[in-house]
């Protein structure tokens, strides 16, 4: 059973950058045409994807945060990360990794076979 756990601060400050690591057991991040996504849920409003990163390594972002986010991997740990630079309030969130199978539904997060538990993000000074 693949499971997907969140982890990082809980509070990072105003122009900082936000950095969270999602760890994947019971199944590998290469695992063939699979794509594993950071996707967030800021308070009052619906989840917003905001990237991904496919088995192959090939990254993908929304292009309303491409300037400010990159996600990367470790395959020795397992591991994959999200890097959201010069933060505000508006990045409040709940912040979730996810993975789906097949790059056609990476949008499409009703269609996510698996959900990290969701870690709670707020920017404030």
């Known amino acids: 059973q693949v499971q997907l756990q969140e982890s990082g601060p809980g509070l990072v400050k105003p122009s900082q950058t936000l950095s969270l690591t999602c760890t994947v057991s019971g199944g590998s991040i290469t695992a063939n045409y699979y794509y594993w996504s950071w996707i967030r849920q800021p308070p009052g409003k619906g989840l917003e994807w905001m990237g991904a990163?496919?088995?192959?390594?090939?990254?993908y972002y929304s292009p309303s945060l491409k300037s400010r986010t990159s996600i990367s991997r470790d395959t020795s740990k397992n591991q994959f990360t999200l890097q959201l630079s010069s933060v505000t309030p508006e990045d409040t969130a709940v912040y979730y990794c996810?993975?789906?199978?097949?790059?056609?539904?990476?949008?499409?997060?009703?269609?996510?076979?698996?959900w990290g538990q969701g870690t709670q993000v707020t920017v404030s000074s």
């Open positions: 990163i496919a088995y192959s390594g090939s990254t």
């Open positions: 996810a993975g789906v199978f097949d790059s056609t539904y990476v949008h499409a997060l009703r269609a996510y076979d698996y």
